[in-house]
T-cell receptor
Framework: NAGVTQTPKFRVLKTGQSMTLLCAQDMNHEYMYWYRQDPGMGLRLIHYSVGEGTTAKGEVPDGYNVSRLKKQNFLLGLESAAPSQTSVYFC????????????????FGSGTRLTVV | AQSVTQLGSHVSVSEGALVLLRCNYSSSVPPYLFWYVQYPNQGLQLLLKYTTGATLVKGINGFEAEFKKSETSFHLTKPSAHMSDAAEYFCAVTRGGATNKLIFGTGTLLAVQP
């Protein structure tokens, strides 16, 4: 049972380059989320999706785009990377709405460590 | 707006001592509360959660937390620390609803001294 898989695990980008981070889940979860983790700041929500074909902005969406073309995949794109986007990125998924959707909390991937130089 | 405050970014205890990690929340509606643990270079793992019902909740690895509405707190405790408990701990809150967005605290790094 793979759960949530993130690729790649590590990446170094030059300023201005673009890349896409892939998140895949095999639990048939409706909701998916992208967070970034920075020292002393906890996890901050970038974008999220409540179903296939839907996306919405989170707390810190600037400089990122997302797509959810298939229920099991949630892509995070950086069009023109900046040093401020150096971070660890986590994808998470959850069953769905309401109390039932929270009973198992979120399932997290193992993260992507991105460095922009 | 919801928010979570974790008091103490670093906590150090001796092996066998009580672990107490503090979390206070701000929410305009009854919240759902979570504690997650992150071991070095890994993702976050659910320790325990409060959604409804009993206010004292037990989680994995001997941890427990008590939801105290009057104090807007959800502190995490463990009677006797083990070396393997060294990790970063995050408190999180959500109102649930249509998005179930989790708002995380800034984390507390727990060190366990031999």
């Amino acid at each position: 049972n793979a759960g949530v898989t993130q690729t790649p695990k590590f990446r170094v980008l030059k300023t201005g380059q673009s890349m896409t981070l892939l998140c895949a889940q095999d639990m048939n979860h409706e909701y998916m989320y992208w967070y970034r983790q920075d020292p002393g700041m906890g996890l901050r929500l970038i974008h999220y999706s409540v179903g296939e074909g839907t996306t919405a902005k989170g707390e810190v969406p600037d400089g990122y785009n997302v797509s959810r073309l298939k229920k099991q995949n949630f892509l995070l794109g950086l069009e023109s990377a900046a040093p401020s986007q150096t971070s660890v990125y986590f994808c998470a998924s959850s069953y769905g709405t309401g109390t039932a959707g929270l009973m198992d909390g979120y399932t997290f991937g193992s993260g992507t460590r991105l460095t922009v130089v | 707006a919801q928010s979570v405050t974790q008091l103490g970014s670093h906590v150090s205890v001796s092996e066998g001592a009580l672990v107490l990690l503090r979390c206070n929340y701000s929410s305009s509606v009854p919240p759902y509360l979570f504690w997650y643990v992150q071991y070095p270079n890994q993702g976050l793992q659910l320790l325990l959660k409060y959604t409804t019902g009993a206010t004292l909740v037990k989680g994995i690895n001997g941890f427990e937390a008590e939801f105290k509405k009057s104090e807007t707190s959800f502190h995490l405790t463990k009677p006797s620390a083990h070396m393997s408990d060294a990790a970063e701990y995050f408190c999180a809150v959500t109102r649930g609803g249509a998005t179930n967005k989790l708002i995380f605290g800034t984390g507390t790094l727990l060190a366990v001294q031999p």
